[in-house]
Every structure is written in structure tokens, then in C-alpha cells.
């Protein structure tokens, strides 16, 4: 009390009245609030510990090799660093303005409580704040009441002693350093020097910036230098000299701080948001996944993801992911329609996702293809009728007719009949049809074995859009039901797998902010179909890989085996490549990312199929990905047999048996027992030349593309039309005798047999 007196004695010496009395007012608080008595003595005597509220921090997410991604953050930008980390000029700059006398006090600096009254008195304002560091860490990490009223602050002066007693200096400074709040939200030092320098390391700051972030702790709003310069300036200015006054640094390098430049913006902290595709949805299965076990609700799973301080590791190959980039931007042809390439590639026995490319760019566009686009998949939805036929009991030396124009009855359905287009080679094994991809030889295959079958079957394979037996549909074998790219590759991925489905995933490992593991994927597989029907498969799609409409993707320069099948749709509105190797599974589409444009005419291109680009684009990302891994070639079937004639009960056969081997690509519907209905079909034998609508020669190769060079216009009658070949795509004409269709047969672009399906036809050899 005499040491109060004395100096409201002095204070009114000075003519400083209202401190005088603020002083006495002081003197009476003291002795007349119980909390504040209570500080003043509360190193008499034990008591609990208190408890600290955890500071949130934020979690950061790595690719596969422990190469950081991205951090996760929400409204609390924190990363807690330890005080030897902290480098010497930023602890100086911020004991020096807010509590040089820290390392001396017990607490509370009584002394610093009178000083600052007097410069806040004589400024007029709030100039200077008599809290101590440990006070300041005590508002923060233990009182939730805001409140500035007395209570409040003796309160928080008796918590400051007995947590002085509780924890070294060192453990409050390091508290506190990581607690503070610079504004932007930005909450420790460590995230401060991200926010308003871009630096990654708290250890790169000088005297400059340590100043600048010293002076924000008293009032970030007012002291940002990205939106008051004039005033951050200032308060730079007052902490430097505080630091030549008390010795820190000399009244030369003081000056060289004041001259020192400001940030003019803030730096976004390192990738605090989802700037990939891949990370977001890995950041969806971190806080959705009921199996990681962060949190019973979605409450709870946030608050861990975005405070808790986790380190997820993910599946991501960076890699994988630069490989596939480069093969999008390699050969995505320069159309100013702006068709895109998306690309989903899984680890073939675990599904794990290894790189993703959801769309052009997800700075600008976050929609991912991969994962929500919907896209009718062509002919690559025939392995999904392989697969049924298999798990039937089928082989891959079974036949069945591949003669087009084919036709079928489709009661309820549009159009009735379905008519389809692109076949040809008379009867043929389903190894055999695959490989040119014959569409009227896998319309009657999903008939021999039901296309509820296919459905079902493609759903163990983990399709999922498929609505139920209303999808049923006779196009069905021909890509009619849109799919998902990520589906489809996590698909492929099981027939690579001996049958063995896995669900995609994102999330290898994840540790707390104690080190502590707390979730590591561990695979959950299931038989999807058998280890023979998927090696069957896989010998199949070898085979189309090797000499069918896949040998753009070819890997056997490297040795390496690869087996996938191609998907073209109506109009050519969506190309794909879809397959495998014994390390990798991948789903290559292309198309338009909002609409659906037919890539006619696409530049260096011509008309686009899936054995042209997709299969390009899947080829040379294979190349790179395996260029530097073990050549391993597929697990052979189990010897089979096979070679039975497969035939689509109620639709009219060969007149002879012996036509059924026979290689023509057309056929005539004739009466072959004179009762005046046409009842069988014979090969047409005669070689003849394809024509388009204006009676031109129209040659193709295997994959449906058309041959450069074209032979001169020739006159051929147009009873005896039939493709080349190696041709499976166009529609060739029966003799005009038997009523076929005219040899100017309209486009392929008649209406799909049920609502629900897309049009009938598929472009030829997808």
C-alpha cells in the first residue's frame, strides 16, 4: 500500500491527476476484490493443475512417398512448431513489445500494469497493455470469457501465477508463440510466415519481418501491411526501436528494418485448400469413410481433419500423376471445341488410386469426370458380357455369328426390331469377335447368356448405375448405360486381380498429432467373378491388345503385357481405352466435359474412335509408368475347352450347318424350301466394295478407320455389296431380290430400343 502511495504521490507531482486517482482506484480493487487478493497470494498453498485447451491444428496430407500434398485447413490456420524452431530475431521482437520482462516475472508484472496505465493515460488510448505473455496464453488456452471487465482480469492474473508454477518459461513462451493470433487466420508464428511472407519455415525470418509480426499481435486488423501499410509501417517502426533501446540490435540495423519493404498481399498458406482432383476426393473419403476412425459424426470428423494436426498419407503417386499429364497433353488433340482427356488410374490388386485427371484444370473447373461424369462407355462394356458369358460356363472358343446387318425382334422396346450394324467374318470364336469388336456378334452374345446376367455381373464389378432389369435393353452389349471412369478402371482392375474386387480408395495411413497410427487401409476384397473367368478375360483382351482394335496401346516394346478393350459411341460422341497390366488399371475417356459434341473431324484425327486417341493416351502413360518395372504377363487359364456354336434362341440360322465356319461378311435371307417364306440365310461369296451414301468406295481397316487411300469410284450392282475384309463397321446390303435394306441405308444413328438406351447403333470396331 505505502508503494501505491507513493506513487500517486509522484503521478501528482507530475500533474497527472486522473492517474492519481485511476491509482488509488487501483490501490482499492486490490484490496477489496477477493480473486485479486487471491493472486496476490496464490503461491501460498497446492492446487489442481490447469487444464489447457488443446490448440486446433492443422492436418496435412501426403502422396504415397511422404511427399507433402496440401494442408488441411479451415477458420484456424495453425501448425504448432517447438521453441527451438523459432528462430532467436521473432522470440526477441515479440518478448521486446509485448513483455520484455517475461523470463523476471512470476506471472503478473505488477510494474508493467502501472506503466502502462500511465502511457495510455497520457496517450489518450490504448497504447500499451500491462498483460503478461503468461496472461495473454491464460485468456487464450484457458478462460472462454472474452469479457474485459475486472473480474475477468483478476481472474486471469491468479490462473497466470499458478501457471507459472505449473510450467517452465520456455513451455508458456512455446505455447504462446504457437497460440497468438496474426490476423488472416493465421493463429502462431509458424503460419504467419506462410501467410504474409510464403515462407515454409518459421527458421527463414529476419529482424524485418520479425518486427512486422511482432507489432500485428496487438491489433492484426489495424497492422496488417496488406490492407493499412501506413499503420504497420508505424508499429514496425515502435518495435524496432524498442529493440535498439533494449539491446537486441543496433540503431543500424534498426534503420535497415524501418527501410525494409512490406508485403503488399498475403500469401495463400501452401495449398490450404484442394487444388486437385485426387485431393478432393481424398479429402471426402477422410471425412466420410465410417471405417477411419476419426469421429462418430460428421461434426467430429471435421473438427479432427481440420484441427486435430493429422498426417494422412494417401495412396497418390506423383509420379503416375506427371506421366499421365504429360500423355493428356502430348496428344489431346488442338480442337477448339474443347474436348477433354480424363484418366483414372488404380492399382491393379488393391485398387488403390494412383493418379487422377478429372478434367481440364481444377483451378477453374471442379467437376470431376472420373468420379460424377456419366458417359455411355461403347464397346468397352463388352469385356462386362466376357464376363457374364464366362462365369456361364462359356469360353472364349465359343461362336457366334458376327454377319451384319443383324436384326432382332424387341417387343416393348424402340425401335422394334432393333437393327444393328457393324459385324461381319461369318461365325466366329468370341476371342475372335472381340478383337475387331463386332457389334451383332456381342448384341447376340448378351442374348445367349441374358442381359440381366451382364447387369448383374457388371454390379459384383462394381458398376453402379445400372437401375435393374429395365436396363436390360438389347444395346446393352454396346455401351447403352452411362458409366463412371473411376468405375470402370476399378473394374478392369478386378479381372486383372483373378476376380478379386476392391473398392477405390485414397487413404494409406493416418497419424495423430501425438505420432501415434490410427488407421492404416487394410484391403477388404471380395469375389467379384472366377479366377478362371477373369484369366480367360485376361487372355482375351491380351489378344485385342495384340492384334485387335487396342494395338495403340501396346506395351510389348517394353515386354510388359497389357490387355484392354476400346469403346466408341454413337456419333462418336464419347471415345474410350479401358485395361490392364499386372502392376496398373486404367480408364482412359474423351469427349466434351458439359455436353455431348461429336468428334467429327477432330484435327490430325479424323473421326474418333477409341482405338485413336484413348488408346494413344493409355499406350504412352503405360510406356512411362512400366518402363522401369518387371515385365509380367498374365496368369494363363486353366486348360479349356469349347468351340460349341452359340445361337440366339428364335433368330433365323445358316441354311446349312456349314455355313457357320465360313468367313463371309454378308449374308442374303432366303426360301430355302420353296414355300414362299424366307427362312435361313446364305453367305453372299462375291467380293465387293463398300459404298457410301453417294455410291463412293468407303474402305476401313480393323479399327473402323477409314483407309487413306481410296481406289476409283467403281460400279458394282447393289445386290452383291460387301465390305472388305478387315472391315466390321459399315452396313452392307443384301441382293435387291430379297427386299434388303437400299445401299444408300440410312446413318447409323436410328433410335435406342428402350427410353433408356442410347441410339441402336455403335460406331463399327470400337
Known amino acids: 500500500m505505502l508503494l501505491i502511495l507513493r506513487l500517486v504521490k509522484r503521478l501528482a507531482s507530475l500533474g497527472l491527476v486522473l492517474i492519481a486517482v485511476a491509482a488509488v482506484a487501483a490501490s482499492a480493487a486490490i484490496t477489496t476484490i477477493p480473486q485479486v487478493a487471491d493472486a496476490i497470494t496464490a503461491n501460498q498453498g497446492e492446487a489442481d493443475d490447469l487444464a489447457l485447451i488443446e490448440l486446433g491444428q492443422r492436418s496435412s496430407m501426403l502422396a504415397s512417398d511422404g511427399t507433402f500434398l496440401t494442408f488441411l485447413v479451415e477458420e484456424q490456420n495453425r501448425e504448432i512448431v517447438t521453441l527451438d524452431e523459432i528462430p532467436q530475431p521473432v522470440i526477441d521482437s515479440i518478448l521486446a513489445i509485448e513483455d520484455a ?3 523476471s516475472h512470476n506471472g503478473v508484472n505488477f510494474r508493467a500494469v502501472f506503466r502502462a496505465l500511465v502511457e495510455n493515460i497520457n496517450a489518450g488510448g490504448i497504447e500499451q497493455g500491462g498483460s503478461t505473455i503468461t496472461q495473454q496464453l491464460v485468456k487464450n488456452a484457458v478462460l472462454a470469457d472474452s469479457s474485459q471487465n475486472l473480474d475477468r482480469k483478476s481472474t486471469e492474473a491468479f490462473y497466470a501465477l499458478r501457471l507459472e508454477r505449473q510450467l517452465s518459461k520456455d513451455d508458456i513462451l512455446e505455447r504462446y508463440l504457437n497460440t497468438v493470433y496474426f490476423g488472416a487466420g493465421a493463429y502462431g508464428v509458424q503460419a504467419a510466415a506462410e501467410t504474409y511472407f510464403g515462407y515454409e519455415d518459421v527458421g527463414e525470418m529476419d529482424w524485418a519481418e520479425a518486427a512486422l509480426l511482432a507489432g500485428l499481435i496487438r491489433l492484426p486488423s489495424r497492422y496488417d501491411p496488406t490492407i493499412n501499410a501506413v499503420e504497420a509501417r508505424n508499429r514496425r517502426e515502435t518495435v524496432a526501436d524498442v529493440l535498439v533501446a533494449n539491446g537486441h540490435i543496433t540503431e543500424e540495423e534498426g534503420e535497415e528494418i ?49 484441427f486435430g494436426g493429422l498426417e494422412v498419407t494417401t495412396s497418390f503417386d506423383l509420379r503416375a500423376q506427371e506421366m499421365a499429364l504429360a500423355a493428356r497433353e502430348e496428344l489431346l488433340p488442338d480442337d477448339d471445341r474443347g474436348f477433354t482427356i480424363a484418366i ?13 485427371v478429372g478434367g481440364p484444370e481444377f483451378a477453374r473447373e471442379q467437376f470431376n469426370l472420373t468420379t460424377d461424369g456419366l458417359r455411355q462407355p461403347g464397346s468397352s462394356m463388352k469385356t462386362f458380357v466376357l464376363a457374364a458369358l464366362f462365369e456361364a460356363g462359356y469360353t472364349p472358343r465359343d461362336t457366334i455369328r458376327g454377319d451384319s446387318p443383324c436384326s432382332f425382334d424387341n417387343p416393348g422396346g424402340f425401335p422394334n426390331p432393333y437393327e444393328v450394324k457393324g459385324g461381319g467374318g461369318g461365325v466366329q470364336s468370341s476371342a475372335s469377335v472381340t478383337r475387331s469388336s463386332n457389334n451383332c456378334a456381342f448384341v447376340r452374345l448378351g442374348q445367349v447368356v441374358g442381359n440381366e446376367q451382364v ?58 498429432r501425438n505420432g501415434e497410427v490410427i488407421y492404416e487401409h487394410r484391403s477388404n476384397g471380395r469375389r467379384a467373378i472366377s479366377t478362371q473367368s477373369s484369366r480367360m478375360i485376361s487372355e482375351t483382351l491380351a489378344s485385342n491388345v495384340r492384334s485387335g482394335t487396342g494395338r495403340s ?23 474410350w481405352f479401358v485395361g490392364y ?3 496398373l488399371a486404367t480408364a482412359v475417356w474423351m469427349g466434351h466435359p458439359d455436353e455431348k459434341i461429336s468428334m467429327r473431324n477432330v484435327p490430325g484425327w479424323g473421326n474418333m474412335f477409341g482405338g485413336k486417341v484413348p488408346a494413344a493416351v493409355w ?27 452359340l445361337k440366339v434362341p428364335g433368330e433365323i440360322d445358316f441354311c446349312n450347318a456349314g455355313d457357320r465356319g465360313g468367313s463371309t461378311k454378308s449374308t442374303e435371307l432366303v426360301d430355302s424350301d420353296g414355300d414362299g417364306t424366307k427362312d435361313c440365310f446364305r453367305p453372299i461369296t462375291t467380293t465387293t466394295q463398300l459404298l457410301d451414301a453417294d455410291g463412293n468406295p468407303v474402305p476401313v481397316d480393323a479399327d473402323g478407320n477409314p483407309i487413306t487411300t481410296l481406289v476409283p469410284p467403281v460400279t458394282v450392282p447393289p445386290a452383291t455389296v460387301a465390305p472388305p475384309t478387315t472391315a466390321a463397321p459399315v452396313t452392307t446390303a443384301p441382293p435387291a431380290t430379297t427386299a434388303p435394306p437400299a445401299t444408300t441405308a440410312p446413318p447409323a444413328t436410328t433410335a435406342p430400343p428402350a427410353t433408356t438406351a442410347p441410339p441402336a447403333t455403335a460406331p463399327p470396331s470400337s
Open 101 to 103: 520482462e517475461f523470463y
Open 258 to 306: 524501418k527501410r525494409a519493404p512490406l508485403p503488399a498481399e498475403r500469401q495463400e498458406p501452401f495449398d490450404t485448400q484442394p487444388t486437385d482432383y485426387y485431393i478432393e476426393e481424398a479429402l471426402v473419403e477422410l471425412l466420410t469413410n465410417p471405417n477411419i476412425p476419426i469421429g462418430e459424426t460428421s461434426e467430429e470428423r471435421f473438427r479432427t481433419v481440420y
Open 344 to 356: 483414372a488410374a488404380v492399382d491393379t490388386h488393391t485398387s488403390a488410386v494412383r493418379a487422377m
Open 455 to 512: 447387369i448383374e455381373t457388371s454390379e459384383r464389378l462394381g458398376l453402379s448405375t445400372f437401375a435393374g432389369p429395365t436396363d436390360a435393353v438389347l444395346s446393352l452389349p454396346l455401351g447403352a448405360k452411362e458409366v463412371h471412369p473411376l468405375e470402370m478402371a476399378v473394374a478392369y482392375a478386378a479381372m486383372g486381380n483373378d476376380g478379386i474386387y476392391n473398392d477405390a480408395w485414397y487413404i494409406e495411413k493416418i497419424v495423430d
Open 553 to 575: 496401346a501396346s506395351l510389348a516394346s517394353i515386354g510388359h503385357e497389357a490387355g484392354g478393350k476400346t469403346g466408341t459411341t454413337q456419333n462418336y460422341e464419347d471415345a
Open 581 to 583: 497390366t499386372d502392376y
Open 619 to 645: 499406350g504412352n502413360f503405360n510406356l512411362a509408368y512400366h518402363e522401369d518395372l518387371e515385365p509380367r504377363d498374365f496368369p494363363e487359364p486353366e486348360a479349356y475347352g469349347g468351340g460349341r456354336y
